[in-house]
Structures are given as structure tokens and as C-alpha cells.
């Protein structure tokens, strides 16, 4: 690239999440970089997000609906194109991306099944372009000095992990309302949520998955639960429904001005209902999920996730030959788009702690992070478009391999739920 030109970007995947790449081209990093070009399919998503491109630099961009997204690539010809999609359109525009000489920057996760991620693996072979998958969690203090203590031998060598993490009443029940509640989508909570767990893992303890077996059920989002709670004649939609009144669960769109413009405005169009009713009967993914993982260098772990919980967040332990980490972390409630920073770190309810075998146990301090998902999105945004200053020893970036190895956990999971047998992960991807 010449030096003196700016760095093109083009978002395809023009929903909620989108919101913080787009603002950090057209704000934080405009003397470098510039948006090109928007895509998605729903002209009213992407016509939201050209507004803020329009009040920052004083023209809006050029829109593509999916179908031309290979126009888009060849009329705007963006060096980079954001991926932020439903997660099971990842792969698709990963793919199409590179080889039409993009590189990618693609959200979590980076696909949902084993056959997408095949997809993905070989095209990066045969193209040589570079996908990169944003790991916020990565970069937020607490978990980066937790790398920085196993990596600096604090525990030694690692022999297993303990991880629980908790998805509360309001923040977990927002992924039974939209597309994420069905496993064609997302690849459920074990691929779209977990991929952020099971990535921190990999790069915590600096190996891969080798063997899943896991057990997972809906035990909470169903129609029974509904009776249960006096909500048998809800509606399929809180914008319909007759009891939201007296509903734990109910979303009111009209309330948040982004779930009006995004949703409720965009609805219209794709009949993509945000307030779906989170006891329906077509959900199909689990809400509790409990399994053990062998890694490559021998450790073990027992993990698992629930779902309507009283509180967000989670409990981890490593257990080394020299010591153990003790990590527990406290997060705020936020559902996406409500207008409120997602997921900050509640220091009051989270600590660092190293336990060596045979001495006195200590408290590690750690910076603290602003902003969304612990401190970590600031950081992967500077890191990602490419404003890191010095090298970085604990290696944050995270590419289209880490995004393998951070899903296929999750992957042969979904598998093990449906065969009750363990899973062999390099029977999954081929590298
Ligand atoms: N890293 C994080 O912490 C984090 C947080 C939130 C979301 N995410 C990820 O960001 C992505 C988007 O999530 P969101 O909350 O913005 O969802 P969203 O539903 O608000 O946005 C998704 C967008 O994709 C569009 N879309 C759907 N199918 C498409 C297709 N075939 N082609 C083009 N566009 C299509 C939709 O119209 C919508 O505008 C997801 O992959 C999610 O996992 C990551």
C-alpha cells in the first residue's frame, strides 16, 4: 500500500456490533483510514450507520446489498472488510473477501461449524491474506496479566483448569430472543458465546483443545418455564404480547433509540423480530452446558456455562506444578444496544490472585479497563487497525488459526451433545 494513502475499510454485517468498528474509522483512526462502503441486507441498518459516517466526514458511503457484495468489493476496493454479520454468514464473506485480495477483520466467532471453518483455513492457504478475529477479552488488563503470570512461570507448567461462567437474567436471555436462539445461526451458546472462553484458555495456557466430551440441555428457556411463571398466553413477540406487564423478560424496543432504528424501523424489511419471547418452542440451543476438554500439552479442564443467572460473570482457576491462579471476575448487565457499555469489569467483585504451593497466597494488581468487555475493546481496536506502538510479548492478535481452535471446542461439543461420545478435534479441521 502506497504509504501516503489511507487504509480502506468496508463493513458488511451493518447491525448493532458494527457500530464500534464503523465509529473508529470514521473517528479515532480517520487521519489513516477511511470507510468505503457499507453492506448488508437491510437498507435501513445500513442507512443508520451511513448517518454517523455522514456526521464525522461530511458524505455518506456507498451501500450494497448482500447480493453485490462482490461489487462493493470491486467498485470501493477496500483493503480490509469488517465482518460482523450473523455468525453464520462469516465464512461466506471471509472467504469471498480474501479472494477477491481482501484482507479480514472478521468478530467472534469466526464461523460456526467444522465445514465453514475448513472453508476459511484453505482459502487463507491458497490466497495468503490475512484474517484477523477481534478477541476483545484478550486485551482487558485482568486477563492480559493473567497470561503475563502463566507465561512469566508464576504456577509453572499448567496441568488443569476449572472455568464457570455465568450469563445473567438480562444479559443472558437476550440470546433466546433474536437469531442467536437457534444453532443454524449462531452454532448456540457453546460456539457464539463460549468461542470468547475457550480462546482466552488456548491463549492463557499456550495449547490447543484435543478431546471434548460434553453435556448440555435447555432446562429454563422453554415453554413449560412459561407456565411455570403464570406467562402461558404470552405472545411469540414482547411488542405483541398480552402479559408482558407482569414478564421478567419483556423488551420494550420503543425505549432504546438504537433498538427502534436498527430493529423495530428495520423489520420491515427481513422480518427480523429483536424481542422474540424467550420460553418459544423453536428455540433449539442449550442454556446449560457443562463439559471436559484434554489439551495437546496434557492439562484438562472442566468448564461450563449457564444462562439465567443472578449475575454476570465468572469463576476460573489454573492449577500449575508450582502454584495456582484464582481469577474471578464480576461483570455489569447490558443487553446489546440498550445504550450502555457492555460488560465492564466490576472491580469490586473481581480479583487476581496466585496461590503457590507451598507459600503465601498474594493478590496481583492489574490496570484498570474502561469500556466495553472488561477494558478490552479500546485496545483490539488500536491493536487491529494497526496503531500498536512496541511489540507486544503476550501476543494479542489473534488470526484465522486462533479462530479455529477457539470454535472447534464449541464444535465438537454440539457434537458430543447430540452422540454422547467424545470428540477427537483433528477429526474436525484439517490444517
Ligand atoms: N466481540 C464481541 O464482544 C461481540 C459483541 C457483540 C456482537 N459480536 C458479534 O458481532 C456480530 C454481529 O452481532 P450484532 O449483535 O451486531 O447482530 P445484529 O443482528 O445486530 O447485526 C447483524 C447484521 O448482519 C446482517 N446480516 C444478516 N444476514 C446477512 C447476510 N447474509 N449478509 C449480510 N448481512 C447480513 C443483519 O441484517 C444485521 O444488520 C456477531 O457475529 C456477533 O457474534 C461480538
Known sequence: MDSGRKKRYAVVGTGSRSKMFVRAVVGQFKDRCEMVGLCDTNRTRMAFHNETIENATGRKVATYLAD?????????????????TRDCWHHKYIVRAMELGCDVIGEKP?????????????????????VRVTFNYRYSPIRSKCRELIQDGAIGDVRSVDFNWLLDVRHGADYFRRWHRRKENSGGLMVHKATHHFDLVNWWIGSRPKTVFALG????????MARRLGLENHAARCQECMVAYKCRYYLDLRRKEEHTRLYLEGEKEDGYYRDQCVFADDIDIEDQMSLVVRYENGAQMSYSLHSFMPWEGYRLAINGTLGRIELNVGETSYISGDGTIQGALLKDRSSLMVLPL???PYYVDYPEGKGGHGGGDAPLLVDAF????????????????????????????NQSFVTGLPVEIDSLVKF
Do not use: N, W
Open 358 to 360: 507451598h507459600g503465601t
Open 217 to 224: 440441555a435447555r432446562t429454563y428457556a422453554l415453554p413449560e
Open 68 to 84: 453485490d457484495f462482490d461489487k462493493m468489493i470491486e467498485e470501493q476496493k477496500p483493503d480490509t472488510v469488517i465482518v460482523t
Open 110 to 130: 469466526m464461523t460456526t461449524d467444522a465445514e465453514k471453518c475448513q472453508q476459511i483455513v484453505d482459502t487463507q492457504k491458497r490466497t495468503g491474506k490475512q
Open 386 to 413: 494497526g496503531f500498536r506502538e512496541g511489540d507486544d510479548p503476550l501476543r494479542h492478535a489473534a488470526s484465522h488459526i486462533d479462530g479455529a481452535y477457539s470454535i472447534l471446542t464449541g464444535v465438537a461439543a
